[in-house]
């Protein structure tokens, strides 16, 4: 039980992930059963509570897609169940601090653009637009969301707000 509540205490863990560390510190499987269900009696390991807290930890310092937000997920040994339920928008992120957490697929790759760009403008040259939806898409985006994101930047830092794609080539995959 100590390994297990010093493990917890840095931040929230799956119960795979406690299992895992149990079994590296050598306890048998009836020790690790015993502690596993007595910390989920206690609400220390809860997986849904975890994904909630994965997603809304995601949006809120590292936004990617949901694609990859699921396979972190999946390493961490979150059950396919919880991943359905919040792929269905049953386990909504809570908002901390009352700040605003993205919450659709375009506001998080927007926010996760604008965080790469750190307030520089968005680029005209066309390689330069290339690599920046080469970016979103390897943080989980779709080529789609990727696009439009890509889009609606560029018809926002272009004087008068028009939607001209710079280069023409947003309309290829980035």
């Not at 375009?106 to 690599?131: C, F, I």
């Amino acid at each position: 039980m100590e390994i297990a509540v010093r493990f917890l205490g840095t931040r929230p863990r799956t119960r795979r992930e406690l299992l895992l560390r149990l079994r590296r510190a050598g306890a048998t499987d009836e020790v690790n059963d015993a502690t596993l269900a007595r910390l989920e009696r206690l609400g220390y390991v809860d997986d849904v509570a975890f994904a909630r807290w994965w997603a809304e930890q995601r949006d809120r310092h590292a936004p990617r897609g949901r694609r990859m937000v699921e396979a972190e997920l999946r390493q961490r040994g979150i059950p396919r169940e919880v991943l359905d339920e919040l792929r269905g928008g049953e386990l909504p992120a809570p908002s901390l601090d009352g700040e605003a957490v993205p919450g659709t697929e375009p506001e998080r790759a927007s926010a996760a653009l604008s965080a790469h760009l750190r307030g520089r403008p968005m680029p005209t040259d066309p390689k330069a637009v290339q690599r920046l939806g080469a970016f979103l898409m390897r943080r989980g985006f779709d080529p789609e969301t990727a696009r439009s994101t890509l889009r609606a930047a560029a018809a926002e830092s272009t004087p008068g707000g028009s939607t001209s794609d710079p280069g023409g080539r947003l309309a290829e995959d980035p």
